[in-house]
């Protein structure tokens, strides 16, 4: 066809005179370098030639005696290679057929004819002309020549079954030669071997040497070829088994489909395989749910244990594995959101911001293991929901108050009729990420009896080294609870076992001011109950005054529960107006209007009246709902110098009354010099701590038990703005005692502007924040008789 390339084929007319007529060899050939192959005598080999130089070697040796030297190089990269960079030894050739490409490459078969080594090179342009000498085989009979011999043959032909490269013509060659040279070049040859071991063979001269380094790489070819027959087997295995099982279920389903048999049954094994394949289970819950699998489905589904296993292993796929939310790191949109949720509480909010910041620069971290301890209604659990949701996490609460049986957090085990996994991993399932934040409420209130303790199953869940292999009773399996966020809520730490409080984080939250709970009622709890009852913020407004009255007349509590409770009162009562039509506009509660609507007060500020007799004082004390105020009475009366006490006190608050008493006696003198020696011996005392169906106990009261007595020897009424607290010593000391914070707001609720405290608690005072402590002033004091001096009129 006109315009298609023509190929140029030049053949030898007869290949064995054209290499007879070479003989003997001339004194120096043109030199083929080969960049990627080794070639051997007796052997045919194709080239591709495409260097300019080599090409103009090809050409000229065509028009001459057709022959040359192949020589591997050394680096197969360079193109043009000079003398250092080629082997010394090679092989003869003769060009038995060359063909023109269009693109001006050459294809030319070689036919080898001998080992050479090469001399000097005489001539390097346009192409490499070296001198060479022959290099014979050195061949010595022997029997182990012939053992070698045999031993290629068989090696290699067991080669050529496994390797499809290699055809099986070649077993046959190699089986006719008994020449043991012509062996090993052509198996040699043959082999993939590196071009390294290629030229190393080439050039071993002494036949039993090269056919013994053969053997060698052949053992050694056998048993790659023999490894990689048996991983293809092993793969092909598993396939076979695949689509026999794929067949047979196949067959299978055909059979139940013309029974009519087993539809149901059938559907529902395969809904579970597939939701068992998508739940990306971990290796070991993956092997006990197709284990389980199996077993319901050589079940009958009457039998008692086909419900059982379905129920476990809809168990072990609802659970997320591997799901997880991710955490949103930003800590400006964190801070924002525990602002908007929850006023001041800067403590609880500062230490889930590091823990934010610590995340960003380590994502790996373990989720801490929080406590917040404080009275009801301070906002524990409903700052866990924020926390949550500044996280970006699932949230999920778990109350624990009243749980007595340690099955309930570690579930029953499977043995068991109408068994169920324990609290802990079924919110897992409901929250539907492996790493939500967790409420456990009321961790104070668990308890303990006959069917365990709990709150040693505990451990093992807020344990940062044992929870990342959490085991649940039912499911019997591992799971990682590591990411997993606990936050726990207590009134008080005293019934929390020792271990379990080592292993969480506790931060205490005190109640709330007059003017924090004003802001908390403005900021969050009137629009609450305003939307809840049905109301428009055009249609209700609460005034200053109105929120000041509920706070100090209707509520006493260090939360805003009661608070918000009265709100949503007065709430209902202005809506039924709107509903009955007797309101049209807006209503705007006052102080006035609120009492009104709320009816009587409720509570009253005592302080005045109680203390204005000789003899009461003023104590304050720490409640698992907050502080409180607490009236120490004193009173005397003829008799025998007898002590009485009463007011249900405890073991520690009698024996401080007995230590006041001891000090104010052996004080008589400074406190009131009128009396006489005998005054204490021809009276009987009564101390009473008023609210008699209350327990109470603790050391704190010494201090208000001291300057009740004094007040009363000295008929001299105690200042009725001042409260006090300390453990007092029979040497008059004054000892340092807890929940100050929390006695220090019960005082400002109650009116109270001085407060005698211990001298030692001066750093707890500080911890105070600024705005509760300017309404207080805080007296030191280290012996009671300051405290005396201070607290008496």
Excluded at 317 to 340: M, S
Excluded at 351 to 369: H, N
Excluded at 499 to 508: A, C, K, S
């Amino acid at each position: 066809m006109e315009g298609s390339p023509v190929l140029e084929v030049v053949e030898a007319p007869d290949i064995e005179n054209a290499i007879r007529a070479s003989e003997p060899l001339p004194d120096a050939l043109p030199v083929l370098p080969l960049r990627e192959m080794v070639t051997f005598p007796e052997t045919l080999t194709p080239l591709a030639v495409g260097v300019e130089r080599s090409i103009k070697l090809v050409n000229d040796v065509l028009g001459a005696n057709r022959m040359l030297v192949m020589v591997a190089s050394r680096d197969p990269e360079n193109e043009e290679p000079g003398p250092k960079d080629l082997h010394d030894v090679g092989v003869v050739g003769v060009v038995a057929r060359m063909i023109k490409i269009p693109d001006g490459t050459l294809r030319i078969v070689v036919q080898g004819t001998q080992r050479v080594k090469l001399g000097p090179y005489v001539a390097e342009e346009p192409y490499l002309v070296a001198r060479i000498a022959e290099q014979p085989d050195v061949v010595e009979p022997s029997p182990e020549l012939e053992a070698l011999t045999r031993n290629v043959q068989r090696t290699f032909s067991e080669i050529i079954e496994q390797i499809p490269y290699l055809p099986e013509e070649l077993q046959m060659a190699v089986a006719n030669i008994d020449d043991p040279a012509t062996l090993g070049h052509l198996i040699a040859g043959a082999l993939r071997i590196s071009r390294d071991e290629k030229q190393k063979l080439l050039e071993e001269v002494d036949v039993a040497k090269r056919l013994r380094h053969l053997s060698q790489i052949l053992a050694r070819e056998l048993e790659v070829v023999q490894l990689g027959t048996q991983i293809q087997s092993q793969v092909q295995s598993e396939i076979d088994k695949g689509q026999r099982e794929f067949f047979l279920r196949q067959q299978l389903k055909a059979i139940q489909d013309e029974l009519g048999e087993g539809d149901e049954q059938q559907a529902e094994l395969n809904e579970l395989r597939e939701r068992i394949e998508e739940a990306e289970l971990p290796e070991h819950a993956q092997k006990a749910a197709e284990r389980e699998l199996s077993r319901l489905e050589k079940l009958p589904p009457a039998a008692a244990e086909h419900g059982v296993i379905r129920t476990y292993l809809e168990w072990l796929v609802e659970l997320p594995w591997a799901k997880e939310t991710e955490d949103n790191l930003d800590i400006a949109h964190a801070r924002k959101v525990l602002d908007a949720d929850h006023y001041d509480l800067e403590k609880v909010k500062d230490r889930i911001l590091e823990y934010l910041a610590v995340r960003k620069l380590k994502p790996d971290s373990p989720g801490p293991i929080l406590c917040f301890v404080g009275p009801p209604g301070v906002g524990k659990t409903s700052l866990g929901r924020s926390i949550a949701r500044a996280l970006g996490r699932e949230f999920e609460r778990i109350s624990v108050g009243g749980v007595r049986d340690e099955a309930e957090i570690r579930g029953h085990r499977r043995t068991y009729i109408g068994a169920m996994p324990g609290t802990i991993v079924r919110a897992l399932r409901d929250a539907g990420s492996r790493n939500p934040v967790f409420m456990i409420d009321e961790i104070d209130k668990m308890g303990s009896d006959f069917r365990g303790d709990p709150s040693s199953a505990m451990l093992e869940v807020l344990d940062p080294a044992q929870n990342d292999s959490f085991r649940d009773h039912y499911l019997d399996l591992e799971f990682d609870l590591s990411e997993v966020m606990f936050i726990a809520t207590a009134n008080i730490l005293d019934t929390v076992p020792g271990p379990l409080q080592d292993r969480m984080e506790t931060i205490e939250l005190a109640g709330y001011t007059l003017e924090e709970k004003k802001h908390i009622a403005r900021r969050y709890l009137v629009p609450r109950q305003i939307e809840a009852n049905g109301l428009k913020p055009s249609q209700i407004e609460f005034s200053d005054s109105a929120l000041t009255a509920i706070v100090e007349e209707y509520t006493r509590e260090a939360g805003v529960r009661n608070l918000e409770r009265q709100i949503g009162t007065i709430c209902r009562k202005v809506a039924r107006d709107v509903a009955e039509g007797k309101s049209n506009g807006k209503v705007k509660v006052s102080g006035k209007k609120a009492r009104e609507l709320l009816g009587r007060r409720r509570f009253f500020a005592e302080q005045r009246r109680r203390t204005k007799d000789p003899g009461v004082a003023t104590g304050l004390a720490w409640t698992p709902t907050g502080g409180d105020v607490l009236f120490i009475e004193a009173t005397s009366m003829p008799g025998s110098g007898g002590l009485t006490i009463t007011g249900q006190l405890g073991d520690v608050m009698k024996e401080s009354a007995q230590a006041a008493l001891s000090y104010v006696r052996g004080h008589w003198r400074e406190l009131a010099p009128e009396l006489g020696e005998d005054w204490f011996a021809a009276h009987d005392i009564h101390i009473h701590v008023p609210a008699g169906a209350v327990p109470k106990d603790g050391p704190s009261a010494g201090v208000a038990m001291t300057v009740a007595l004094a007040s009363l020897i000295s008929n001299r009424p105690v200042r009725n703005d001042v409260a006090m607290t300390g453990e007092v010593t029979l040497t008059g000391q004054v000892l340092p005692i807890g929940g100050l914070k929390e006695k220090s707001l019960a005082a400002q609720r109650a009116g109270i502007k001085r407060v005698i405290v211990p001298e030692r608690n001066e750093g707890d005072v500080a911890e105070i924040p600024e705005h509760e402590r300017s309404e207080l002033k805080f007296i030191y004091v280290d012996e009671v008789s300051k405290a005396v001096e201070e607290a008496l009129a």
